[in-house]
């Protein structure tokens, strides 16, 4: 109930939505963006109102930069504001220029979007000019675990849709102009013992690797996942691999090493398309 709600809500504003300009600057020929918005719905999965990389003049986007360029990385219950920066430009200068983040194979067949909240005012973007004839506006977007991340299907590669409008009407539509990534947050602990030790002794070291679940809105264990085993001397900065091991059926971690020098061990876990990088906090071993 709640994902269908959520995908109706936002088929509803981006249907009731326009983008137009000021009335003294309007005519028969000026463009509703917002209706060239993809849409999402979970009765209908898509309904695509513009074909891909739809213009009219000589309107052109230049670059797009999504969250600065970083992954988008999603927990279970706060929200990600994120900012996407859009760069266009018209002979005439630009009027607005915003982004649309969607999720699926194509746009027929699209499960998932995160649209701007002011989709229905005046303008969309703010927008900064840095000459009379390119402008980049920016978007804040609000991935939000309870609406539009509403489930581990949506974990991956997202596309960007991007619309620009000149001051004179001209416009382009770019349906899929970059990817970017929206991530399950993931965590990362280790224990490492006994603590004090003696030097040659065996150090074992637990943890678990668990990531956000999307589905129920809680971190569940990330299996059969390599981890590295990392050992960090006191006194130096640089940690450095010991061993590989994996996380059983529940995330769940354990890894021996010989005891030699005071120091901090940690688990590390390089990331997948999906699921974030990210290294526990260093447990200190004093070893005598």
């Known amino acids: ?6 995908v109706a809500a ?3 504003a981006l249907a009731l939505s326009a983008l137009a300009v000021p009335a003294a600057q309007a005519d028969d020929h000026m463009p509703n963006l917002a209706s060239l918005v993809p849409s999402t719905s979970k009765a209908t999965p898509f309904a695509a109102a513009a074909p891909a990389d739809e213009g009219v003049g000589d309107t052109k986007i230049t670059s797009v930069t999504v969250n600065g360029g970083k992954n988008i990385v999603v927990g279970t219950t706060a929200m990600k504001s994120f900012t996407v920066s859009v760069t266009a430009t018209d002979p005439e200068g630009i009027y607005d220029a915003y982004p649309v983040l969607w999720h699926g194979p194509d746009v027929d067949n699209a499960d998932g979007a995160i649209v701007p909240e002011n989709l ?10 840095s000459s009379a004839t390119t402008a980049t506006c920016k978007v804040t977007l609000i991935a939000d675990p309870s609406t539009n991340i509403y489930s581990n299907i ?6 960007v849709w991007v619309g620009a409008i000149g001051n004179d009407g001209d416009y382009i539509i770019r349906d899929a102009y970059k990817t970017t990534k929206v991530q399950r947050a993931s965590k ?3 224990n490492a013992g006994p603590e004090p030790v003696y030097k040659g002794k065996t150090i074992t070291s637990t943890g678990k690797l668990s990531r956000a679940n999307w589905d129920d809105n809680k971190y569940h264990g990330y299996t059969n996942q390599p981890v590295k085993l990392q050992f960090r001397k006191a006194g130096t900065s640089t940690y450095t691999t010991v061993k590989t091991v994996y996380s059983d059926q529940y995330g769940n971690l354990k890894a021996t090493a010989t005891a030699q020098y005071d120091g901090y061990w940690r688990f590390s876990f390089a990331g997948t398309t999906t699921t974030p990088a990210v290294n526990a906090t260093g447990d200190y071993v004093d070893v005598r």
């Open 1 to 6: 109930m709640r994902i269908r709600a959520t």
């Open 10 to 12: 936002v088929t509803g």
């Open 120 to 129: 229905d005012e005046e303008t969309v973007g703010s927008c900064t000019h």
């Open 154 to 159: 949506l974990a991956g590669t997202w596309k």
């Open 188 to 190: 990362l602990t280790v």
